[in-house]
T-cell receptor, first 113, second 115 residues
Framework: AQTVTQSQPEMSVQEAETVTLSCTYD???????LFWYKQPPSRQMILVIR??????QNATENRFSVNFQKAAKSFSLKISDSQLGDAAMYFC??????????FGQGTRLTINP | DTGVSQDPRHKITKRGQNVTFRCDPI?????LYWYRQTLGQGPEFLTY????????KSRLLSDRFSAERPKGSFSTLEIQRTEQGDSAMYLC?????????????FGEGSRLTVL
C-alpha cells in the first residue's frame, strides 16, 4: 500500500522569507501523481501544486515550487516570499492511476509578521 | 457556484443518534469520494463512487456507516448510532473519470460533534 509521510508537524517562517516543507512517500509504481494541498483554517482544501512522476522537471506555480526526487521518493514544497495568507495546514498527497488519493499527516505552517 | 457543496456544514448530535450528510459534486464529475479528517490529521479515505456504483470501502467504514449515490449525482453519508469517536470533519471530493490530472476537488466539509 502506498504511504505518505510528512515529518514536520509544524513549521514557522518570517514573512517574506522562504520555507521548505518535506514529504516522503512509498510506492512500487513508476507512474503516479504527487500533490501539495493547502487547507486554511475552517476553509476547504485547495490544490497548490501538482507533479507528474514521469516528468523530470520540477513543477512551479508562482511562489510555490517542488523538489521532486523520484529515486529517493521525496517531494518537498518550497514557498518563496512567504505571505500571511500562506498560513495553513499543508498536505502532501499521492495518487496512482485512477485510485484514491492518499494523504500525509500534514504540516501546520505559521507565518510570523 | 460550480464547486463541491456539502450540507450541513456543522452538526452537533447526542451519542446514539443518527446523522446524514449530503454532498453535491461538480456536475460533470462522475467520481465522488468521502474522507474523514480528525483534528490536526490528514484526511483518511472512507469510500468512493463511480457514477452510482460504490467501488471501494475502507475498513474505517464500520457497519454503522452507509453511503449512497443513487442517481450518480449527489451522495449521502449516514452514520447510525453515533459515538463520540465519530466526531470529525467529513470531507467530500469529486473528480472526472477517466482522470485527467489525478486532482480531487474538495468541498468545505461537514463537521460532526457527538456529545
Amino acid at each position: 500500500a502506498q504511504t505518505v509521510t510528512q515529518s514536520q508537524p509544524e513549521m514557522s517562517v518570517q514573512e517574506a522569507e522562504t520555507v521548505t516543507l518535506s514529504c516522503t512517500y512509498d510506492t512500487s509504481e513508476s507512474d503516479y501523481y504527487l500533490f501539495w494541498y493547502k487547507q486554511p483554517p475552517s476553509r476547504q482544501m485547495i490544490l497548490v501544486i501538482r507533479q507528474e512522476a514521469y516528468k523530470q522537471q520540477n513543477a512551479t506555480e508562482n511562489r510555490f515550487s517542488v523538489n521532486f526526487q523520484k529515486a529517493a521518493k521525496s517531494f518537498s514544497l518550497k514557498i518563496s516570499d512567504s505571505q500571511l495568507g500562506d498560513a495553513a495546514m499543508y498536505f502532501c498527497a499521492f495518487v496512482q492511476g485512477a485510485q484514491k488519493l492518499v494523504f500525509g499527516q500534514g504540516t501546520r505552517l505559521t507565518i510570523n509578521p | 457556484d460550480t464547486g463541491v457543496s456539502q450540507d450541513p456544514r456543522h452538526k452537533i448530535t447526542k451519542r446514539g443518534q443518527n446523522v446524514t450528510f449530503r454532498c453535491d459534486p461538480i456536475s460533470e464529475h462522475n467520481r465522488l469520494y468521502w474522507y474523514r479528517q480528525t483534528l490536526g490529521q490528514g484526511p483518511e479515505f472512507l469510500t468512493y463512487f463511480q457514477n452510482e456504483a460504490q467501488l471501494e470501502k475502507s475498513r474505517l467504514l464500520s457497519d454503522r456507516f452507509s453511503a449512497e449515490r443513487p442517481k450518480g449525482s449527489f451522495s449521502t453519508l449516514e452514520i447510525q448510532r453515533t459515538e463520540q469517536g465519530d466526531s470529525a470533519m467529513y470531507l467530500c471530493a469529486s473528480s472526472p473519470y477517466p482522470p485527467r490530472t489525478g486532482e480531487l476537488f474538495f468541498g468545505e466539509g461537514s463537521r460532526l460533534t457527538v456529545l
